[in-house]
């Protein structure tokens, strides 16, 4: 194998193949990339034996083969080398060589055959097509609200249900959840009948962070794998076990208190009430009266604090306790300037989304009073 790529090109394969690799002391080479040249094609590619990532590089192919090498080795390497122009060559001892003007290192081999084979899903029909952005979005909004839990595995992973023209994203750790829905000319389904996976909370993680910014990803379902790919980029990974919970019955379908306040504000007020939060992280939102909200901590170790924010209330006055991480991120995963906090009391779950986006909502139980 002899190529020659540019430094930011072969970076960007490594850092995104490498968002796979694993630590596992019984099987070292999960700590390793494969490098594969056919054709004109180069790519990168990496495996924990859950998820598994491939990256094409655009670079000159001088000669075809493939080299296997430790991730930390070659990555540091290329990280810290200045010169724009990288020759890669595997050796006759298995090795690989890397150079450039005024650097040279040799690169300890491992045999392909110890590389795991990256599993193969026919692509020949049941295409699902998906705004790239809008797709990294809906999942970054979703996925929050997600929990890799042994006591309830069937809810470590985010649905993924696909119906006629609409794609729901919904995770929860069973304190909150959150639902995104992608409609309309946004979602095509070609040959493909309607679905309902569990996408394991780290696939839809390194999801959001190693797809490019392309048009469109696709994906495909095949026994109990699914792969997500783009024209650069390819992930595939198994899918979660068992059935997701049938969350329709917590969704609140009616809201005594209608709180409609400034995004911005309830997310300063919810910061410094941090400051002041127990270790149970705990803190109220109380109705004063139509047209202020007030946020309260206190901690007997530091102190208290009370913030009054103006507010437009429809419904009886309220107090509820939350957990001010798990609100403050329902808060900063809505889009608009302004959101609606829907409360039924101190013990039902609460209802926050944008006024003018039906297209998301997170649900947050509170907290029971001491």
């Known amino acids: 194998m002899k190529l020659v790529l540019l430094k930011n090109n072969l970076k960007s394969g490594l850092d995104t193949a490498g968002r796979a690799i694993g630590s596992n002391l019984n099987l070292p ?3 390793s ?4 040249a056919e054709g004109s094609q180069i790519q990168v590619s990496a495996t924990n034996l859950e998820l598994a990532i491939v990256k094409n590089v655009f670079g000159k192919v001088i000669e075809g083969g493939a080299a296997v090498v430790p991730f930390n080795t070659i990555s540091n390497i290329v990280n810290n080398i200045a010169s724009e122009r990288i020759h890669l060559e595997k050796t006759k001892q298995g090795n690989l060589e890397l150079k450039t003007d ?15 084979i990256i ?54 750790d069973s304190f909150r959840l959150a639902e995104a829905k992608i409609l309309g000319n946004q979602v095509k389904m070609k040959d493909r009948k309607p679905f309902e996976v569990t996408v394991p909370i780290k696939t839809s993680e390194e999801l959001v962070r190693v797809i490019d910014d392309e ?6 379902i095949e026994n109990n794998q699914i792969l997500f790919e783009t024209e650069s980029t390819a992930l595939i990974s198994r899918l979660v076990e068992g059935s997701f919970p049938d969350y329709d019955p917590i969704v609140p379908k009616e809201i005594d208190t209608k709180i409609s306040i400034k995004k911005e504000e309830l997310i300063n007020a919810l910061k410094l009430a941090s400051s002041f939060a127990s270790k149970s992280n705990d803190v109220r939102v109380k109705t004063n009266d139509k047209k202020v909200i007030e946020i309260y901590s206190s901690d007997n170790a530091v102190g208290e604090n009370r913030y009054l924010i103006p507010a437009k209330i429809d419904g009886p006055a309220v107090e509820s306790i939350f957990n ?3 609100l403050l991120d329902g808060v900063r995963a809505t889009v608009g300037k302004e959101i609606m906090l829907g409360l039924n009391g101190s013990d039902k779950p609460a209802l926050i989304k944008d006024p003018g986006d039906d297209s998301y909502f997170y649900i947050l139980m509170p907290i029971k009073p001491s």
Do not use: H, M
Not at 102 to 116: H, L
Not at 136 to 163: N, W
């Open 119 to 172: 599993p193969k899903i026919e692509k020949k029909s049941g295409e699902v097509q998906v705004g790239t952005q809008v797709f990294k979005d809906s999942l970054a909004r979703v996925v929050i609200a997600g929990e890799v839990t042994d006591l309830r595995p069937e809810i470590s992973g985010v649905l993924f249900k696909g119906e006629a023209s609409s794609l729901r994203l919904a995770a929860t």
């Open 324 to 326: 001010w991480k798990y």
């Open 102 to 116: 005024n650097y040279t290192a040799t690169i300890q081999g491992i045999d392909e055959k110890e590389f795991p």
């Open 215 to 220: 048009e469109t990803v696709s994906f495909y």
């Open 33 to 36: 990339v494969l490098i594969r």
């Open 29 to 31: 080479v999960l700590g």
